[in-house]
């Protein structure tokens, strides 16, 4: 008897515990939502004054290579996901370079993601077909090397024994010069970044590797980004008539009981996941509806990265697919055309 009593005591003990770390931190939430809200009033934010002498020596051309720099990189930070990162990264080096691609360690090989500058002509794979390409990592390439020794390589194609199979895999021309990079991911060689110089273009080495940097450290900040995002965004959406108004919601209960409810019911769970992909994705969703392109095609990785987010928490798919068309496609199914519909 007396062991239960001291079990219950301690219990009490850490419930109490328990409770003060969640409110502390729903404070320190709501104080992080409050701060971003104050950044939207600093209008003087960029008001400041340049010495007339120095504006005179030091002012930027419109389209000068910072100018166009900046903007790359601006893109790359602000990504809303992991496909518009990628893509927005590989616009950046392709710019500076004549190709572009990308690969991802996958075990014993190199994957192509995608490629910037690839013409398909005369020979030529073109950027789509870069998906198809893997470089296994038994063979002796650049990309081997580049990997295991973590350090960039700008020189001739031909550094290494094997390097004859990526450009063959190219589609045969051979490059006057390259430059590859390790891609790290949370401190680790996770992908390879390609460039070369096809014809008189200059490879920007220096800002090639601006643009790695700020890539590597958008896409790790990503999660933490969509985090906050979400709750900002999806703060409205959720308190629907479909949930009880918060005036009439008893005092104690806070943002932990919405949460339980969404984690608790599919329906909720599924509508609050397909609407951020549509907040975070308005204006090229809004587009493609209006033009009746393919959505699934150009949000795939989005969706189905999503969907995986979904079955985490539940099996049955018939709510995650409904959303996506009333959601996301606004009833119109035949924009998700090419999604294999499981229950619909």
């Known amino acids: 008897m007396a062991n239960e009593k001291l079990k219950k005591l301690i ?25 971003l809200e104050k950044l939207k009033e600093l209008e003087d934010f ?8 120095f504006a005179l020596e030091e002012k930027r051309k419109e389209g000068s290579p910072i100018d166009i720099l900046y903007n790359y990189i601006k893109n790359i930070s602000l990504s809303a996901n992991q496909l518009d990162l990628i893509n927005n990264l590989l616009d950046g080096i392709n710019h500076f370079s004549s190709r572009a691609a990308l690969f991802l360690l996958r075990e014993d090989k190199l994957v192509g993601w995608k490629g910037k500058g690839f013409s398909g002509e005369t020979g ?12 296994s990592l038994s063979a002796n390439t650049i990309f081997k090397y580049v990997l295991e020794k973590q350090v960039p390589y700008a020189g001739v194609p031909h550094y290494q024994p094997d390097d004859h199979l990526i450009y063959s895999r190219f589609g045969g021309e051979i490059p006057k010069k390259i430059y590859v990079l390790p891609f790290f991911v949370k401190g680790k060689p996770q992908a390879i970044v390609y460039s070369d110089n096809m014809g008189n273009k200059i490879i920007g080495e220096k800002e090639i590797e601006m643009i790695s940097l700020v890539g590597e450290m958008s896409l790790d900040l990503l999660p933490l980004r969509q985090k906050i995002l979400a ?74 990265q999503s969907r995986e987010l979904y079955l985490n928490k539940f099996t049955d798919l018939g709510p995650f697919e409904r959303q996506l068309i009333i959601t996301l496609a606004r009833g119109k199914k035949e924009l998700l055309r090419g999604y294999h519909f499981e229950t619909l």
Do not use: C, W
């Open 124 to 135: 030529s794979i073109n950027d789509e077909e870069v998906k198809k390409i893997f470089i």
């Open 231 to 304: 709750k900002v965004k999806t703060q409205e959406y959720v308190e629907t008539p479909e949930t009880p108004p918060a005036r009439t919601r008893a005092p104690e209960q806070d943002e932990r009981t919405v949460t339980t409810i969404k984690e608790n019911d599919p329906e909720r769970l599924a509508r609050v996941i397909v609407n951020d992909i549509y907040l975070y994705n308005k204006p090229k969703v809004e587009e493609i509806i209006r033009t009746g392109q393919n959505l699934f095609e150009a949000l795939q990785n989005t969706i189905m």
């Open 11 to 35: 219990d009490e003990i850490l419930d109490e515990r328990r409770d003060r770390v969640f409110e502390t931190m729903d404070v320190i939430t709501n104080n992080i939502i409050i701060q």
């Open 46 to 53: 960029h008001t400041y004054t340049i010495p007339a002498d």
